[in-house]
């Protein structure tokens, strides 16, 4: 049997985010982007594997008949004052095992590198705001800093609704209600979760992730309804989160979506984690503050990716931050290489980085 016990603390004290547990392979940890074998653990076995997953489900019930219908399951551990999000799926019909740890210590926003504007516009009465990025690209650990941040400083009642809970809040300034999503949990889906809120008077509801039309619409009518709503979206880009938006829904019913999504998204930040020059995570925001221009933008009968691109770029002064201006100063502040900042980006637009760098270090030697 291996030692998951060992396995988690182990992890802990080398300051991992992750770690794999898959039949064949030693444990391994993800360090800092990288993978690497917890080298003291043996190779685990498929009987190693059920065992495993005996001691994170715990004879609960209810775990185990989602995990035996639907062949996934999240849920949240709790090893002494270690905290895990745990991912169960099968391979080849073995258990396999993705365990993501939280912080005991939400990080402090300003030490994050979101910019401020997005924490600003949590004082928006109501509307919707996006936090989006591929997979592991920090998106809950921002949202969690906003929210705790909200805590600190505003008076609101705040609902979120999460899967699994990750970070602990607990209430400041502000009154926060967390809610775990999933069968045998406090809701029973996101969209549920979202439309009960209107029921229980809440200033802010933070949605942990819009991955349909039913949640969508469920945000969209909550934010109509006088409430702010932030949420999070799979997505790589603001403009390509227009489009996720859009395309929810069916093309009859496209044209009236946009109307709302115009008048009601307030900001989409969209960001990414790169592996700095000093072996750090370095993030790398792209920030679009709706105006008119943009909500004109998406009104439009066809969504156009670079002419949302363009009025990001023409819109600094707004709080707007587009992604060659966020590389570019990431490589004058020798946070990022060069070959970096070009990887992010499509060719076409390395000639556009180049001038960009330029321009900072003409304006920054100026001042």
Do not use: W
């Not at 992890?11 to 898959?22: F, P």
């Not at 070009?342 to 390395?350: F, G, I, S, T, V």
């Amino acid at each position: 049997m291996v030692n998951m016990d060992k396995v988690i603390k182990t992890a802990k004290e080398k300051d991992a985010s992750d770690i794999h547990l898959v039949s064949g392979l030693k444990p391994m940890i993800r360090i800092a982007r990288e993978l690497t074998p917890i080298d003291e653990m043996d190779v685990l076995t498929p009987d190693d594997m059920n065992e495993i997953y005996d001691y994170f489900v715990r004879g609960n019930l209810d775990k185990d008949e989602v995990f035996k219908e639907t062949k996934k399951l999240d849920a949240s551990f709790e090893l002494d004052d270690i905290r895990l999000r745990v991912n169960v799926s099968y391979s080849d019909e073995v258990p396999v095992f993705t365990l993501r740890l939280i912080k005991a210590t939400l990080p402090k926003y300003e030490d994050l590198g979101v910019p401020d504007i997005v924490r600003r516009m949590t004082t928006q009465p109501q509307g919707l705001i996006l936090v989006t990025g591929k997979t592991n690209s920090g998106k809950t650990t921002t949202l969690n800093a906003l929210i705790d941040d909200i805590n600190e400083n505003q008076n609101k009642k705040i609902l979120t609704l999460e899967s699994p809970v990750e970070f602990r809040h607990t209430s400041k300034k502000s009154m926060i209600v967390q809610k775990e999503v999933g069968p045998g949990r406090d809701s029973l889906c996101y969209s549920d979760g979202v439309k009960n809120s209107l029921r229980e008077d809440c200033d802010i509801i933070v949605v942990g992730e819009i991955r349909d039309r039913e949640t969508m619409d469920a945000a969209i009518e909550t934010a109509e309804a006088g409430h702010l709503v932030i949420g999070t979206l799979h997505t790589k880009s603001c403009a390509e989160t227009i489009d996720r938006m859009i395309n929810f829904y069916d093309i009859s019913d496209q044209q009236s979506i946009k109307y709302l999504i115009a008048s009601l998204l307030k900001l989409v930040i969209s960001q990414r984690l790169l592996k700095g020059r000093n072996g750090k995570l370095v993030l790398v925001p792209e920030v679009m503050v709706v105006d008119n221009i943009i909500a004109g933008i998406i009104r439009k009968e066809k969504i156009s990716v670079s002419e949302i691109e363009d009025a990001i770029q023409s819109n600094l002064e707004k709080g707007s931050i587009g992604l060659t201006n966020s590389l570019a100063e990431l490589f004058v502040d020798e946070k990022i290489t060069l070959d970096q900042a070009k990887a992010q980006l499509e060719e076409k637009n390395h000639e556009i980085l180049n001038r960009t760098i330029m321009q900072l270090k003409i304006k920054r030697g100026n001042n």
